[in-house]
């Protein structure tokens, strides 16, 4: 099963779905992975719904820490909201999934729908 590699992880119970989250190392926006290349958008995220796809994910996200693209990629378990949309489930993750949250007119707030 998928693991959640970050010390002291506040999420507790099935790992799964998850999302590849990391850090645009150029810009520093909070990126995620999607099929073969990285977004802004939280809601084009891929989803691992099962281990070997997480697994998969992972070393996609080591391969582009490896070539200077992104930094600090792992994964994080999600809740698909209705319309299908993955929501982190740790406080950390939603607030850098959500963007700043001083202005809502800035950022993946205001650009991207809202996830939950």
């Not at 949309?85 to 850098?96: C, G, K, N, T, Y």
């Amino acid at each position: 099963m998928a693991k959640d590699h970050r010390a002291g992880s506040k999420v507790r119970g099935d790992k799964l779905p998850a999302i590849l989250m990391a850090s645009h190392l150029l810009e520093g926006d909070t990126v995620f992975l999607t099929d073969g290349d990285w977004t802004r958008d939280p809601s084009a995220a891929k989803i691992a719904h099962d281990a070997e796809t997480a697994e998969a994910m992972e070393v996609e996200g080591k391969a582009a820490a490896a070539a200077n693209l992104v930094i600090d990629p792992y994964l994080v378990p999600v809740e698909l909201t209705d319309a299908g949309l993955p929501v982190a489930r740790h406080f950390r993750d939603a607030m850098r999934q959500k963007g700043p949250s001083v202005h809502k007119d800035m950022g993946k707030q205001a650009e991207f729908q809202p996830l939950g």
